[in-house]
């Protein structure tokens, strides 16, 4: 699950219930549902947010969690022409998002770095993640 951009649920689901070798009937009877509907869910590529929580209790999964790394590192760069309101609360905001870089985000953005996909001079740039902060996790990790 380390690719953050292209989300795919169903696959994912997919992949989840594949690892941990749940058997279908299992998942049939917590979702009230039969095998054909478990498969089409499988296919989708998005699902509801109350079908999304069921899965994420069943296969003890944050799922949501995919969506909050992908803002974090696909989000767009802040606009320059913000009034000083809108600056201070877009700082505040920059400050609670440098805090929820998450092991799976870092492990993410290392891995780039060991495979040779991206330098970390990219890294910082694509990302926006300050340079300090990147070379505690390479030092850390």
């Known amino acids: 699950m380390d690719n953050y951009k292209n989300i795919h649920l169903g696959s994912l689901i997919k992949q989840a219930i594949e690892h941990q070798e749940i058997e279908m009937s299992l998942i049939c009877n917590f979702f009230k549902c039969s095998e054909n509907e478990v498969i089409e869910m499988c296919r989708q590529e998005s699902l509801p947010t109350d079908v999304l929580l069921r899965w994420s209790k069943l296969l003890e999964y944050d799922f949501f969690r995919l969506y909050s790394q992908h803002l974090i590192l696909y989000s767009p760069p802040a606009r320059n022409n913000q009034s000083e309101s809108q600056k201070s609360k877009s700082n505040n905001l920059h400050r609670f998002r440098k805090n929820i870089y ?21 890294i910082i740039e694509k990302y926006k993640i300050p340079k300090t902060t990147l070379y505690k996790w390479i030092s850390k990790y």
């Not at 998450?102 to 990219?122: C, H, N, Y």
Request: charged share 30%.
């Open 102 to 122: 998450t092991k799976e985000i870092i492990d993410f953005i290392l891995e780039q770095i060991s495979t040779g996909k991206m330098t970390r001079a990219q």
